[in-house]
């Protein structure tokens, strides 16, 4: 029997008011700047709206990157303490930049999620009327968004697109087009105001966010977890999903998304971007992440972290904990030779 | 025993010459433009390469849309009476608009696929040197694939991105930019001249493109074929993932590819695109697909069509087929009382 | 496509009152003698009472054999045109010489199943009371059922085993014991009295037996039946079990029981003997079974027949035939281009 | 995360050449007689030719028992320290009422199972020759496996069975026959002599039996060892069958031997008796029993100890613990949030 560390024994820190394990010094990094927090700008997009809503954008100086890789890099580089970038959406699907970063460059760490609905407003300069709508701009995702009520409304507007919807309200300003769609939140910062809200053709558009930080002691299980990894297979061809899948579901642990993702070396080959109910500390996720870990070339795990939605769990951890617990508890006891005094 | 059309007597015509059956008008459609052919343009896309590589660039004539949904429209309602698009990319991965656009709407039937490797010509002026370059533009998907090359090679210049490469070439030679990452073939299209060819930090990426028309009778089997389908589980936990895979995996049927795709209805509902090895009229591939039709939600069939690339196949058609017939012949003896007279 | 003969398009008969297809004289076989039955005798065996219970017992000759074996062996020579033994028991379970008799020499057809309840009697001759008991007989099956009702009982009488109960009742009727358990039918026919009936520790034992005959066309499905086959792996280790159970699994169809079973090609090395839900008519059984046979190494179909109990199917055939039946018409609406017409 | 005892902290003892844990005197049970060993008799049967092999044989007092039952309840109640009994046959498949006393009364361990060749001699009264043949006797087992030899050799003898094969030879003895067909070794015991040796139809028949103690601490793993234990499936369908083998198919253990058993509930009610390769001391058989403690109503261990095979394992344990030894200091090191410093 190996002497290695054995699973139960790891000391998942109780979880407490102090949070300072997350934040606090490295010593294999040179001081960071965990004061400082970035986000996928410019300035006035969704993103920003998303960071908003967490306690960081109260204690912390937040500063946008200009694409996903930079906010990820300044975490990386130490420039930030942690970063928050788009990773899903109800409607276009994974933002895939977001999945290639975190599954390539040096390890980041998965602290938190946040869901926010999205809907667009039509930011106009002040006094702009529909009648008077000629041009509009916004970030394709949103165009893809507002595409019927368009077709509706704006018939005849040309559309083109801008960098983000943020960059769009910037070229509405400047006179270049007549109006564009972006978050309500915009309209201040670029001196607009919301000729239309709550335009979204889906109805309950929702984008996913999570906050990367360098990675540290993993934060204690809420009960209502996610777990998120990414998997290169062993075997090159897509059947080989069938036995990582096989890992997760012979120990009852609920998958919620699974992308593939191309690996670069080649048409067919994949790696595949997994989230899972449950925190690493749960025998059935850990279970489950050893097997992984025994049947692929290599994978990356990106935290255990409070999931942020509504919805309830479809497993019980606590109740699977248990029966866990109870199983290894009837293996001491057949060891011992007193397999069923109690069972 | 129902009277049902069984599967077997299916007549799939036999491979010949004669292709009329695919190109032939269709009675529940008005007359349409077979001779046309359209493509995710502008002129001088990579799409539009891929294109001249099939005998249908010769016989048809051909006409760029502005988009992968006005592309598929053009055959939806008869202006064309093919349709090409790009569907995935071994660097980008899946090309989502294709994949989501496929999903919906009106069926589409893929009836070929086509595969390109992508390199990236630099695009100037004639007279240009790199020296002179302080700016430099092409689509997103082209920056992500020469940004090594970038680096070291023009570090300096000032990237802004365009709709297409071949937009960002017709603005190199409006003179907005001092040049472009584009198919070398763009040049003489835009007067332009190579500065640098085969770009690409990849080395070896490759674009798969689909060619679609409107659903008709399937070609016959090749023995090297492919088979595409996009299907809805019936449950909405990404678990009943593994159910789908296990029809195709029982019958020894290969997986090429699989993407999740949100269908809409809210963070964490998706639907699979799926590629499996091998071709309807083959009976492994057959009865999966009856196995994901009685297990799913919704499944919608997008072709059998032959492969394009060199790699040999997991497994034998041929020799599945006879499996297969053998099976069913001992059935047969088997409900007569002859079972094992021959076995 | 292959010509081979389409599973679907098999003719099994519609259930009619004409059965004359089941007792016909074959040709590849010398004439028989379809009016005799034999069962697993001596007169008086529990094997005797349940072919009591069918038709056949008014409408045939009944004969007993000395064993198993032979009883299957006057089918196959043409002695007899059925045999009834017994294949299992909710006790003692297997009748493992049914089994293995069944998986080798020339193959042999079920028709039918029977459920007898099992109890016993204790048959003594005439006057004789439980005080004078000094030694009792039975099958050595019978003493495994019966033991503590003897403990209770009988604490000091002594056991020997007889060779049947029938066998046990008339050491008893020529004086060699004081008393023998067996069917309480077997009294009568060795001028013995049952002193005690009704005796059987477990309860509710039941025992089940097959009608055997030489193998012709399969009876209609009634909706209620059961498929039995014998499997030899492809491999040899027993994790070749997995796959088998897969097959009938991903069809959804049940299984009623598995015994693995010694090939006599040394430990280790096993068949394995199945009875599943539905009718080899049923498409899900039919598929299942082709799926079988095309992963084995030999398999041997040993019958579909009605049910004899009164439990209610898992599935439901009815359904999941129009399940299957719905599925092979999309297929031909896909093959046709009309794939999503009425879907 | 739980306080329960870590299955990885079990400290099962290192293998030495003290044994003393395995046969010292247990506090729960009166003192029994660990230097008596008893086996299936009566003398003169495979069984106690097969004990001979043991070094058990030559430091304890050996007796017989009348049956199976009687042999393990002389362990249960403290007459014996151990008991040898059949399990399984290569030609007769599995020793029912070794399965069946195993699964029920209290827990008894296998701490060792033996191999022995199966060949039966021809005992005669000496001066016998085999012209003066007429009757013969045996175990029905002995019959089964020498009747191509009687047909061969003594097609006019008649058979008629005793209780054991060495109750033959004591009748041989006794002038009620004129020879038995029992082990070679017989003979001298009842004074007769050998005529034929060697008689086996199936050639290389093998039985193997187990010693069995009460339970105490597991023997520590010697890398080539089997573990065995009976499972009830929660749900009584015998699809339950495919859950429990997915435990351990998914750890990579791979199975020996898998019967199934009625547990006495009713025809169609199962429990299985299944060995595995490895030991409950190797990681992924203790993570697939921990398995199905946890899918099953009841599970019973009934010991790990070394194979008697010369088989070649299919696993390596002495690798695979060493990748789940891996697997779970991967674990300790996301946790702590030094993933991939070393993966």
């Known amino acids: 029997m190996a002497g290695s560390a054995p699973p139960a024994a790891i000391a998942v820190p109780r979880q407490t008011g102090d949070a300072s394990h997350r934040s606090g010094p490295r010593r294999d990094v040179l001081p960071a700047h965990p004061q400082r927090c970035t986000y996928l700008g410019p300035e006035g997009t969704f993103t920003e709206a998303a960071l908003r809503t967490l306690p960081e954008a109260v204690t912390h100086e937040l500063f946008p990157s200009g694409s996903v890789a930079a906010a990820l890099d300044a975490v990386r580089n130490g420039d930030a303490g942690a970063a928050l970038v788009p990773v899903e959406n109800s409607v276009e699907g994974a933002v895939t930049a977001t999945l290639d970063e975190l599954a390539t460059g040096r390890p980041l760490t998965i602290r938190r999620e946040v869901l926010l609905p999205i809907s667009f407003a039509l930011?106009?300069?002040?006094?702009?009327?529909?009648?008077?709508?000629?041009?509009?701009?916004?970030?394709?995702?949103?165009?893809?968004?507002?595409?019927?009520?368009?077709?509706?409304?704006?018939?005849?507007?040309?559309?083109?697109?801008?960098?983000?919807?943020?960059?769009?309200?910037?070229?509405?300003?400047?006179?270049?087009?007549?109006?564009?769609?972006?978050?309500?939140?915009?309209?201040?910062?670029?001196?607009?105001?919301?000729?239309?809200?709550?335009?979204?053709?889906?109805?309950?558009?929702?984008?996913?966010?999570?906050?990367?930080?360098?990675?540290?002691?993993?934060?204690?299980?809420?009960?209502?977890?996610?777990?998120?990894?990414?998997?290169?297979?062993?075997?090159?061809?897509?059947?080989?999903?069938?036995?990582?899948?096989?890992?997760?579901?012979?120990?009852?642990?609920?998958?919620?998304?699974?992308?593939?993702?191309?690996?670069?070396?080649?048409?067919?080959?994949?790696?595949?971007?997994?989230?899972?109910e449950g925190h690493i500390g749960d025998r059935p996720v850990r279970e489950a992440l050893m097997g992984?870990?025994?049947i692929t070339r290599k994978i990356r795990f990106l935290g255990s972290y409070p999931r942020a939605d509504r919805i309830s769990s479809a497993g019980d951890p606590l109740r699977a904990n248990h029966e866990f617990a109870k199983a290894a508890a009837w293996i001491a006891r057949c060891v011992e030779g007193i397999g069923e005094v109690t069972d």
């Open 123 to 276: 930011l106009v300069r002040p006094g702009t009327t529909l009648d008077d709508v000629k041009s509009v701009t916004g970030h394709p995702v949103a165009q893809a968004q507002v595409r019927r009520w368009l077709a509706r409304h704006l018939p005849h507007a040309e559309w083109e697109s801008a960098a983000s919807n943020a960059e769009g309200a910037r070229l509405v300003r400047d006179g270049r087009f007549d109006c564009a769609f972006a978050g309500e939140f915009a309209a201040r910062l670029y001196g607009l105001e919301a000729l239309v809200t709550d335009i979204n053709d889906a109805g309950d558009a929702t984008t996913r966010f999570v906050l990367l930080e360098r990675p540290g002691r993993v934060s204690p299980p809420t009960g209502r977890d996610k777990t998120s990894v990414v998997v290169w297979p062993d075997r090159d061809e897509p059947g080989a999903l069938l036995e990582l899948l096989r890992e997760w579901a012979v120990r009852g642990v609920n998958l919620l998304r699974i992308e593939s993702r191309p690996t670069g070396e080649g048409l067919g080959r994949y790696c595949f971007s997994i989230d899972a």
């Open 292 to 294: 992984l870990h025994r």
